[in-house]
């Protein structure tokens, strides 16, 4: 679906993008995370073609967008960060605006804009977009990028700044979207969402490709999964070759690396006289990947 080669981008002399390169299948989303300044909006709007790179290649379904961005638009729906709408508008008046813009006629507008509107749970009720919530407005900018039906959806932090019912209702109908067939791109704040819904993930550091994969592949480019064991006890110090633990609420917490150290440590907790409430498995998650690699 996306094949992106050496993507660069310089304002000046100074490279906000740096030679990116991935492939993404159809079908799938795909995260861009960083910290701020990493490049993850310059990249979006490049796929988006909204920006021109200064130089490498992007092909998206066939299509050499750098040689053919129009014919590119056509199969891209784009959310930017902010949900800029006409506000003196009502959501079906706007919808029909850009479905005409994409050549559609008023019978499938409005067939589409019913489809839309029900499939986001948004309910106008006759009131002008001005007159939105905040969820409400990014739902019609969402519906608005799918009029035309586009196979791929450039989506920059479709769920900031929203109550978690809204967000919750988006994140779903994401997924619901790539069940349908579209592909998926978009950056966001908030990791957990990432780890969530994302089936491969990219992280950029100052413009630059730090990782790219699926979550269990960047668990292990980053560290292998650990075990806490919480347990009861009444003298701790009894417990034979505990190296280290923590006292967390009524338990305490022992950090293991291996499943050979989690059986041995619990069987010596036991013969301590203690008990092992319950262990947890940990990953690296995305916010303890993204504070290792720096900003």
């Avoid at 919480?230 to 609420?249: C, H, M, P, Q, R």
């Avoid at 010596?268 to 319950?278: F, S």
Wanted: charged content about 25%; glycine content about 10%.
């Amino acid at each position: 679906m996306i094949a992106a080669r050496n993507l660069t981008k310089c304002y000046g002399t100074t490279p906000a993008l740096d030679h990116v390169s991935f492939d993404l299948d159809r079908g799938q989303i795909f995260g861009i995370i960083g910290h701020n300044g990493a490049g993850k909006t310059t990249l979006l709007k490049i796929l988006a073609g909204l920006v021109e790179p200064s130089g490498g290649e992007l092909v998206v379904d066939g299509v050499d967008i750098l040689r053919n961005p129009v014919g590119m638009k056509q199969m891209i729906g784009y959310l930017p960060e902010e949900s800029r709408l006409y506000e003196a508008m009502k959501v079906d008046e706007y919808l029909t605006f850009f479905g005409e813009i994409y050549g559609m006629d008023r019978l499938s507008i409005k067939a589409r804009s019913r489809e839309l509107l029900e499939w986001l749970a948004l309910e106008p009720n006759g009131k002008k977009m001005g007159e939105f919530s905040k969820g409400m407005k990014r739902k019609a900018a969402i519906a608005r990028s799918l009029m035309h039906n586009p196979s791929l959806l450039i989506y920059d932090e479709a769920t900031s700044g929203l109550d978690p019912m809204t967000s919750r209702h988006i994140v779903d109908f994401l997924k619901e979207l790539r069940d349908h067939g579209k592909t998926i791109v978009l950056s966001a704040h908030n990791l957990y969402q990432v780890e969530a819904i994302c089936d491969r993930i990219l992280i950029l550091r100052k413009g630059a490709r730090v990782a790219f994969g699926s979550m269990q592949e960047l668990r292990e480019m980053f560290g292998s999964i650990f075990y806490f064991i919480y347990f009861t006890i009444g003298d701790v110090t009894k417990v034979e070759g505990l190296a280290s633990y923590v006292k967390d609420g009524g338990y305490f917490r022992a950090k293991v690396t291996s499943v050979d150290e989690m059986g041995r440590i619990s069987n010596a907790i036991v013969a301590a006289g203690g008990a092992v409430e319950r262990i947890e498995s940990h990953y690296p998650s995305l916010e303890e990947m993204l504070v290792k690699i720096g900003a």
